[in-house]
């Protein structure tokens, strides 16, 4: 079985990132440009430091490749801005990283997956602001396989299932906050 949902949950991210492009290159959707270009890095980081210690690498691959793809949209389409938030965020990132250069592979998957979450910042609060520029579906869709990629793990070992926790906690807050437009209209209707 879990040879099949990790794979499963990577093709799930990857079709996720297909609908965030088509929402994106139609004008609807507004995105964070530095969150995405980070994400890009660190999963990367991820990615490469869980196949190194041959772990669950399918879901951190699948969005590696999906942020590179949405951050080089998002600067063609001139989606692009860098603030304090930013700037803060940057620099936490590059302490993680740090952390994971010096100390090796597993702690790399620690570093890279907390960075990951603190590179989310920026779009957490772009859909705190904005609820209705961020698409709920593409971000349940994630839920769904950073959730499927979680089960996946043959192990409760950091290889196996910090960074899907770490995504799990992150879309799971996105998500929260991308409801919010949809409950305030829910309550102002007779």
Not at 101 to 107: C, H, I, P, V
Not at 132 to 158: C, D, M, Q, R
Request: aromatic share 12%; net charge positive; charged share 10%.
């Amino acid at each position: 079985m879990q040879a099949f949902l990790r794979p499963f949950a990577g093709i799930i991210g990857i079709a996720a990132y297909l609908l965030l492009i088509a929402g994106i290159m139609k004008s609807k959707v507004r995105q964070s440009f530095v969150a995405f270009l980070l994400w890009a890095m660190l999963d990367t980081i991820a990615t490469i430091t869980t196949i190194l210690k041959e772990g669950n690498y399918w879901l951190s691959l699948s969005n590696a490749l999906g942020a590179a793809i949405i951050a080089i949209l998002l600067a063609l389409k001139k989606q692009v801005s860098w603030t304090w938030v930013e700037t803060t965020t940057a620099i936490l990132v590059i302490i993680c990283l740090n952390v994971w250069y010096f100390t090796g592979a597993k702690e790399g998957i620690i570093a890279s997956s907390l960075a990951m979450v603190i590179a989310g910042i920026p779009q957490v609060l772009d859909t705190y602001k904005n609820p209705g520029e961020t698409p709920t579906i593409v971000y349940i869709i994630f839920l769904g396989a950073n959730i499927l990629s979680f089960i996946a793990g043959k192990e409760w070992t950091i290889e196996e299932r910090f960074y899907s926790g770490c995504a799990i906690l992150l879309c799971a807050v996105i998500v929260w906050f991308s409801l919010k437009n949809i409950f305030k209209l829910n309550r102002s209707s007779p």
